[in-house]
């Protein structure tokens, strides 16, 4: 079992930036693939970014360009880095991980979901 504590979501201006964390607990041999999808009223759930334990990334079409997604292995965290943000982006962010037993069974685990709003 993995749990994922998210952090960092808020209300921010347009333009302006936020920092979201999640972290990854539990039972679990290694963590593999994280990242975050979003979820915006009205809309399907779209991926954010994605990142490989090897540092491989890919973003959204949405997001390129100006959000940042990180990881530090030893603590089996995620970062996403949100700079020049738009209305648009506003929405519940949701991060996800892969946990790997020793057995190379993978799971996929979800956090609770973190809101950012982008308004003045």
């Known amino acids: 079992q993995v749990q994922l504590v998210e952090s960092g979501g808020g209300l921010a201006q347009p333009g302006g930036s936020l920092r979201l964390s999640c972290a990854a607990s539990g039972s679990f041999f290694s963590i593999g693939g994280m990242g975050w999808y979003r979820h915006a009223p009205g809309q399907q759930r779209e991926l954010v970014a994605q990142?490989?334990?090897?540092?491989?990334?890919a973003y959204g079409d949405s997001v390129t360009g100006r959000f940042t997604i990180s990881r530090d292995n030893a603590k089996n965290t995620v970062y996403l880095q949100m700079d020049g943000l738009k209305s648009e982006d506003t929405a519940v962010y949701y991060c996800?991980?892969?946990?790997?037993?020793?057995?190379?069974?993978?799971?996929?685990?979800w956090g609770q979901g973190t809101q950012v709003t982008v308004s003045l």
């Open positions: 990142i490989t334990y090897g540092g491989t990334r």
């Open positions: 996800f991980a892969d946990g790997e037993t020793v057995q190379n069974i993978v799971t996929g685990y």
